[in-house]
């Protein structure tokens, strides 16, 4: 395993560099079989786009998303969401369920209804955990149901096989 160092600027300008080793803990928390990956060069990128009202999970998810080759939109309500897939149809949709006006469900109810939208597969992203909003999300046509902290090995998973899908699905054509 490699070292990180850091440079620590004191108030008289005088500097310190440590050299950081990375902890035991952590590299221990990661299992067996866990994995991040990107996409690699030539591959089936997806178009994602990812719904959440509070800016700063919509952009750490999008980052993440895209570091992991795919080619990301955000929309921070369901009206913005749905202008851009007017104009831009994506592969998947990562959907924050408690938004104001338009929540997650009705916005995955009205894609459902346009059949250009019958393929997107749609991925609930809520705190949500009860029985009751996993109904909810299997009657508006929700593909997936991912709690919030989301497992990222299972996000990874679900895009990795869309990817492949959708690959094999348009070698076909």
Sequence with gaps: MSSISRETIGVDGSSVVELLEPSGD?????????FIACVQDGAWMLRVLVIDDIHNCADSLSTLVR????DVQTAYNSASALEMMGSRQPDVALVELAMPNMDGIQLARRLRQQMRFNHTLLIAVTGYADQAHRLLCDEAGFDHYLFKPIELTDLENLLLSERYRLARFSRKE
């Excluded at 570091?67 to 795919?70: A, D, R, S």
């Design 67 to 70: 570091l992991w080759g795919h």
């Design 26 to 34: 952590v590299v221990e928390a990661r299992r067996i079989g866990d």
